[in-house]
């Protein structure tokens, strides 16, 4: 049984202040249910929200990382850094950080290593654009990002690996994959792991859909057989839908 994961991606918004206000709209709640529920914040205020989100089940996450271990990289932060704070899981290779940021599968890759060996659990997103599912490319996509991000990747270390599908067409854009289409591609990314891995990985590995995902559609989607959760962007922002997320 795959336990059932709803991460908020705060992206660029939330003062400290505002952060601490919105984990005491969810921790309450987040203590009843038996999801996992996820805050993953901007560096800024992580410290905050950890001190905030102590004694409850809210788990907290980054957004990013670097691959070095430190050094002279003007703005970047390392895994140590992330763990020495207390965060737990880290988004990797959002799309929005492939398409402004030039993040590549290799570079993905990098961090995913990387945040292996420190013990943070990546939350790896993969997912095509609005071109590349016109051209019927959606597959050809999501297996090219999940094997590149995958690299060197032991079975071991998929336990701690999440994957967020998140089609970039239905990023903040109030546009949702229907239930079945995000299910059809989750589960022939579970394909692609087992043959990569074998049949005990791809049934144990947490498969997430991201894409305007809220309130209204969030029991639907996680009523499909390959859904084990979501990556929630704007609707997590306000604590009340995101409450009503994890609760599906
Ligand atoms: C995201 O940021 O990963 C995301 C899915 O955003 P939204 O829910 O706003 O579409």
Same mark, same amino acid.
């Given at each position: 049984?795959?336990?059932?994961?709803?991460?908020?991606?705060?992206?660029?918004?939330?003062? #400290?202040?505002?952060?601490?206000?919105?984990?005491?709209?969810?921790? =309450?709640? !987040?203590?009843? +249910? &038996?999801?996992?529920?996820?805050?993953?914040?901007?560096?800024?205020? $992580?410290?905050?929200?950890?001190?905030?989100?102590?004694?409850?089940?809210?788990?907290?996450? !980054?957004?990013?990382?670097?691959?070095?271990? *430190?050094?002279?990289?003007?703005?970047?932060?390392?895994? @140590?850094?992330?763990?020495?704070?207390?965060?737990?899981?880290? #988004?990797?290779?959002?799309?929005?950080?492939?398409?402004?940021?030039?993040? @590549?599968?290799? /570079?993905?890759?990098?961090?995913? $290593?990387?945040?292996?060996?420190?013990?943070?659990?990546?939350?790896?997103?993969?997912?095509? /654009?609005?071109? *590349?599912? *016109?051209? &019927?490319?959606?597959?050809?996509?999501?297996?090219?990002? +999940?094997?590149?991000?995958?690299?060197?990747?032991?079975?071991?270390?998929?336990?701690?690996?999440?994957?967020?599908?998140?089609?970039?067409? !239905?990023?903040?854009?109030?546009?949702?994959?229907?239930? *079945?289409?995000?299910?059809?591609?989750?589960?022939? #990314?579970?394909?692609?792991?087992?043959?990569?891995? &074998?049949?005990?990985?791809? =049934?144990?590995?947490?498969?997430?859909?991201?894409?305007?995902?809220?309130?209204?559609?969030?029991?639907?989607?996680?009523?499909?057989? &390959?859904?084990?959760?979501?990556?929630?962007?704007?609707?997590?922002?306000?604590?009340?839908?995101?409450?009503?997320?994890?609760?599906?």
């Amino acid at each position: 049984m795959r336990k059932p994961i709803i991460a908020g991606n705060w992206k660029m918004h939330k003062t #400290i202040e505002e952060a601490i206000e919105l984990v005491k709209g969810i921790k =309450e709640e !987040a203590n009843k +249910t &038996d999801v996992e529920v996820v805050a993953c914040c901007p560096f800024t205020v $992580l410290s905050e929200v950890k001190r905030t989100i102590t004694g409850s089940r809210v788990k907290l996450g !980054a957004q990013n990382l670097h691959w070095e271990e *430190e050094g002279a990289y003007t703005g970047e932060i390392s895994a @140590t850094m992330l763990r020495n704070i207390g965060v737990e899981y880290v #988004i990797i290779g959002h799309s929005e950080r492939r398409q402004y940021f030039h993040e @590549t599968d290799d /570079t993905v890759n990098k961090k995913v $290593l990387k945040a292996i060996e420190k013990e943070l659990k990546p939350i790896m997103c993969v997912g095509e /654009t609005l071109e *590349e599912r *016109e051209g &019927d490319k959606t597959f050809e996509v999501v297996k090219t990002q +999940t094997l590149g991000g995958l690299k060197d990747v032991s079975a071991a270390a998929m336990k701690d690996i999440v994957i967020a599908y998140e089609p970039v067409w !239905a990023i903040g854009t109030g546009k949702t994959a229907s239930s *079945e289409d995000a299910n059809k591609v989750i589960s022939y #990314i579970r394909e692609v792991i087992k043959e990569k891995y &074998d049949d005990t990985v791809s =049934e144990m590995v947490r498969i997430q859909y991201g894409g305007s995902v809220k309130a209204a559609n969030a029991s639907e989607i996680m009523a499909e057989s &390959d859904i084990d959760g979501a990556l929630v962007g704007g609707a997590s922002l306000d604590a009340g839908s995101f409450v009503e997320i994890f609760n599906f």
